[in-house]
């Protein structure tokens, strides 16, 4: 059971990159998924979220209009595009999923099931 990321890599700012999450060993219909980040020095947090469950979902600020999460039940995987991407969002990149629950996207601490690997994003010219 394991959640595979990849799609990382060098991007110019103002490019564009797609990350993909694709799970194994369990089927992701009706969990909740997100993608977190971590950048050097500093705390992970949160990106996008969404659940199909209750139909909750949140995105950060600093990542709104520039970033979408989306789902392909079909392939079991789970995506991220990313535009318009700043240096500020170089960092490694994890996703994430949760069984389906009445706390929809508001997934206390240590309440996601599983997580990527995590992918890294370097934004730089």
């Known amino acids: 059971v394991q959640l595979q990321a990849s799609g990382g890599g060098l991007v110019q700012p103002g490019g564009s990159l797609r990350l993909s999450c694709a799970a194994s060993?369990?089927?992701?219909?009706?969990?909740?998924i997100a993608w977190f980040r971590q950048a050097p020095g500093k705390e992970r947090e949160g990106v996008p979220c969404v659940s199909e469950y209750d139909g909750s979902a949140w995105t950060v600020d600093a990542v709104k209009g520039r970033f979408t999460i989306s789902r392909d039940n079909a392939k079991n995987t789970v995506y991220l595009q990313m535009d318009s991407l700043k240096p500020e969002d170089t960092a490694v990149y994890y996703c994430?999923?949760?069984?389906?629950?009445?706390?929809?996207?508001?997934?206390?601490?240590?309440?996601?099931?599983?997580w990527g690997q995590g992918t890294l994003v370097t934004v730089s010219s």
């Open positions: 060993g369990f089927t992701l219909d009706y969990y909740t």
């Open positions: 994430a999923a949760a069984r389906p629950t009445a706390y929809g996207c508001y997934v206390p601490a240590g309440g996601w099931d599983y």
